[in-house]
């Protein structure tokens, strides 16, 4: 489809907005210090490899169906139908799930209590937001992915550098031993939170279905992929670093986590508390529209090769996006709100 291209800086924005979920970063805080040795394990062991494939494929198979798509031609459509199903259904819970988690962050940084009534219709028009919002060409929504990227960045800085402010002159808020930096691999609680981890770097083959958004796809995956990768892995390390410096771990809110850092060392009622607030809502929606925009693109194209349900196949003929996938995404959301 003709129109827009992303430039090489805006496909690793985009990187960075689909891939650093921003309100993961306190439930891995939640380990304590050892989730500094999780994380540089990850990144070697998982990260690393997972970005080198996924260039190499959304290189060599730039199709808008991207990860169904390498399966498909791969093992067949069976597997293909199973893995574009897999990677359809977790979305609309992980969108239900961030839709109630917004309500919450307003009480943590204004203290606002909404009645249960109030926190639906505040969910529901979460959900349409971005249902209406992945309705948009892609390439002419980039500054969604942009701004996105940028603040979840500028975020990070202000955690990471008001953290080690706070820990130079009232100290840490948790035990810096080096014993608390060695996991206890007897730990099973401690070894449930890997999960996170491990879904804190996932999304990278989001960016391969934007192939035919790109200038050069063959020439900008790559590059976005390792960029991005590196700057993802330093943003979550300083992110947590920010957050152990400030808020005792068995303190911690799983919801609110970054909000509640902020505030125990700047004040809950700071300006700079507000502003991280305000921002952090802000992330939450942009990253569930870059999601859905790669989502619904494999939805539709599965449906439209009959390996997913036939509404999923409905394409807008003005603008050529996949509104069947957004919309039925939109209805399953607005019921696991409702």
Same mark, same amino acid.
């Given at each position: 489809?003709?129109?827009?291209?992303?430039?090489?800086?805006? &496909?690793?924005?985009?990187?960075?907005?689909?891939?650093?979920?921003?309100?993961?970063?306190?439930?891995?805080?939640?380990?304590?210090?050892?989730?500094?040795?999780?994380?540089?394990?990850?990144?070697?062991?998982?990260?690393?490899?997972?970005?080198?494939?996924?260039?190499?494929?959304?290189?060599?198979?730039?199709?808008?169906?991207?990860?169904?798509?390498?399966?498909?031609?791969?093992?067949?459509?069976?597997?293909?139908?199973?893995?574009?199903?897999?990677?359809?259904?977790?979305?609309?819970?992980?969108?239900?799930?961030?839709?109630?988690?917004?309500?919450?962050?307003?009480?943590?940084?204004?203290?606002?209590?909404?009645?249960?009534?109030?926190?639906?219709?505040?969910?529901?028009?979460?959900?349409?937001?971005?249902? %209406?919002?992945?309705?948009?060409?892609?390439?002419?929504?980039?500054?969604?992915?942009?701004?996105?990227?940028?603040?979840?960045?500028?975020?990070?800085?202000?955690?990471?550098?008001?953290?080690?402010?706070?820990?130079?002159?009232?100290?840490?808020?948790?035990?810096?031993?080096?014993?608390?930096?060695?996991?206890?691999?007897?730990?099973?609680?401690?070894?449930?939170?890997?999960?996170?981890?491990?879904?804190?770097?996932?999304?990278?083959?989001?960016?391969?279905?934007?192939?035919?958004?790109?200038?050069?796809?063959?020439?900008?995956?790559?590059?976005?992929?390792?960029?991005?990768?590196?700057?993802?892995?330093?943003?979550?390390?300083?992110?947590?670093?920010?957050?152990?410096?400030?808020?005792?771990?068995?303190?911690?809110?799983?919801?609110?986590?970054? %909000?509640?850092?902020?505030?125990?060392?700047?004040?809950?009622?700071?300006?700079?508390?507000?502003? &991280?607030?305000?921002?952090?809502?802000?992330?939450?929606?942009?990253?569930?529209?870059?999601?859905?925009?790669?989502?619904?693109?494999?939805?539709?194209?599965?449906?439209?090769?009959?390996?997913?349900?036939?509404?999923?196949?409905?394409?807008?003929?003005?603008?050529?996006?996949?509104?069947?996938?957004?919309?039925?995404?939109?209805?399953?959301?607005?019921?696991?709100?409702?």
């Amino acid at each position: 489809m003709a129109g827009k291209k992303f430039s090489l800086i805006e &496909v690793i924005l985009s990187v960075i907005c689909v891939v650093f979920t921003i309100e993961a970063a306190a439930p891995a805080s939640a380990m304590g210090n050892v989730q500094f040795f999780w994380w540089i394990f990850l990144i070697i062991t998982f990260l690393l490899p997972y970005g080198l494939v996924v260039a190499e494929l959304g290189t060599a198979f730039d199709s808008e169906g991207g990860l169904y798509d390498w399966v498909r031609l791969g093992l067949g459509d069976r597997w293909g139908a199973r893995c574009s199903w897999c990677y359809w259904v977790n979305f609309p819970l992980w969108v239900a799930s961030i839709a109630c988690m917004f309500p919450s962050v307003i009480n943590a940084v204004w203290g606002i209590e909404f009645s249960l009534g109030i926190r639906i219709a505040i969910e529901i028009a979460f959900v349409w937001g971005v249902t %209406v919002m992945a309705m948009q060409p892609v390439a002419e929504a980039d500054w969604v992915m942009d701004g996105g990227a940028v603040i979840k960045v500028l975020i990070t800085a202000v955690v990471g550098i008001v953290g080690i402010w706070f820990a130079c002159n009232n100290g840490f808020a948790n035990d810096m031993s080096f014993k608390t930096f060695i996991p206890d691999l007897g730990d099973t609680n401690s070894l449930t939170y890997l999960s996170i981890i491990l879904f804190n770097f996932m999304g990278f083959e989001v960016v391969a279905t934007f192939a035919s958004t790109m200038k050069n796809p063959s020439r900008d995956i790559p590059k976005a992929v390792i960029a991005g990768g590196v700057a993802i892995a330093a943003i979550y390390i300083i992110c947590g670093i920010g957050i152990g410096a400030a808020v005792p771990t068995e303190q911690l809110s799983l919801d609110s986590g970054i %909000v509640d850092a902020v505030a125990a060392m700047a004040g809950r009622t700071h300006p700079l508390t507000m502003v &991280v607030g305000v921002a952090f809502l802000v992330t939450l929606f942009a990253n569930m529209i870059c999601w859905s925009f790669g989502v619904n693109n494999v939805a539709s194209y599965a449906a439209r090769h009959g390996n997913m349900p036939r509404p999923f196949a409905l394409v807008s003929k003005k603008t050529g996006m996949p509104n069947g996938s957004a919309l039925i995404n939109g209805c399953f959301n607005s019921l696991g709100n409702g």
